[in-house]
């Protein structure tokens, strides 16, 4: 039987990342097989990718950017996703195309079409089954990636985009969920870390086919 395919999306500071990875935590403990992985770097090719795309201080043209994230996208598919997939797997993906719909696309200002070719060449029509956005203000993603910075964590370049960018961004984002409702899911990541992750298993356990409802302690999570 064919796995199931989700997928977390959202602006720069949305919290995406922190859920996959409580959302995981809670599944495995359900004794749910499930892998997690990302975009870009969800592969072996895809981590120097990542490296070479996301922390050079070279500039990037748009062009290059969105077909080497088509690149790392290719090779993710094929490699990991689908066999993952065919075992009969859970895959989480942080990020997926649907970014490249919203930040290349809207945010970096390509025509509609093209992206949307690109999307497919690189996926051969491989869409999620169910794709959770986490919907923050512009005004509270950018104060999280602030004390990110201040703290030291580490920041590349997709983070230092401006106000307007993100704004542009999180409205294709919005856009898609009205096209696709069954698919796109829309969450409030202003909330809590706490009330947030009770959203996301509340969501995704009738979703896999598991009873279970009772969200578990986020601090026991992997």
């Known amino acids: 039987m064919r ?3 989700i997928t977390f999306e959202g602006i720069d500071g949305s919290g995406k990342s922190t859920q996959l990875r409580m959302l995981a935590g809670a599944l495995r403990q359900r004794s749910i097989d499930v892998i997690t992985t990302c975009e870009p770097g969800g592969t072996p090719l895809g981590r120097r990718l990542r490296e070479a795309f996301l922390e050079t ?13 088509a ?9 990991l996703i689908k066999p993952a997939l065919e075992q009969g797997r859970i895959v989480i993906s942080d990020r997926y195309a649907d970014a490249t719909f919203a930040y290349q696309g809207a945010g970096r200002g ?4 093209t992206v949307n070719e690109i999307i497919y060449l690189a996926t051969g029509g491989l869409k999620p089954d169910l794709t959770l ?8 993603a950018l104060r999280r990636m602030q004390a990110r910075s201040e703290t030291g964590e580490r920041v590349n370049r997709m983070d230092v985009e401006t106000a307007d960018f993100y704004a542009a961004v999180r409205t294709a984002y919005l856009g898609v969920a009205e ?13 809590s870390v706490e009330e947030i992750h009770a ?11 598991t009873a279970e409802m009772e969200p578990l302690n986020h601090t026991k999570t992997q």
């Open 3 to 5: 796995g199931k395919f």
């Open 199 to 209: 959203g996301v298993i509340g969501m995704v356990l009738p979703f896999i086919g």
């Open 179 to 191: 096209r696709e409702p069954d698919r796109f899911k829309v969450i409030d990541a202003n909330a």
């Open 133 to 140: 956005f986490f919907d923050i203000t512009v005004e509270n």
């Open 110 to 113: 390509f025509p509609e079409a």
């Open 57 to 69: 201080e070279e500039t990037v043209a748009p062009r290059a950017e969105l077909l080497l994230f």
């Open 71 to 79: 690149a790392d996208r290719a090779q993710h598919v094929e490699f």
